[in-house]
């Protein structure tokens, strides 16, 4: 990544190879089509970690963008680690039941 502007490195370490691939494969489109021009971000994949880099004009955009993709992340790390709860991908027909 060049250029001028912040820069954020982030690593993630999900757990396992499976997850990280999981979470990569969720924040890469993401990456590729961010909102607006005052940020770019990369996201790549080495082993078992995700690697997120952001290079932002100003530090609000920074900040947004590192919010954004730090939950992203962990929407995406919860869902699965809920999903291997019912089962993993061996069902995933499974729904939880619950509510009224």
């Known amino acids: 990544m060049g250029g ?3 820069l ?3 690593t993630l370490r999900p757990g396992s190879k499976r997850m990280a691939s999981a979470v990569f494969r969720a924040l890469e489109p993401e990456a590729r089509s961010a909102p607006t ?3 770019k971000i990369e996201v790549s ?3 078992s970690a995700v690697e997120i880099s952001i290079l932002s004009r100003d530090l ?3 900040r947004a963008a590192v919010n954004t993709f730090l939950r992203l992340a962990s929407a995406c790390q919860g869902a699965l680690e ?3 709860g019912l089962g ?3 069902a ?3 729904r939880a039941r619950g509510g009224p």
Request: hydrophobic share 20%; aromatic share 0%; proline share 4%.
């Open 60 to 62: 609000s955009s920074m």
């Open 88 to 90: 993993g991908d061996r």
């Open 92 to 94: 995933p027909h499974r």
């Open 4 to 6: 001028r502007g912040n």
């Open 82 to 84: 809920a999903l291997e």
């Open 37 to 39: 021009g005052r940020s």
């Open 45 to 47: 994949r080495r082993g």
């Open 8 to 10: 954020a490195r982030i």
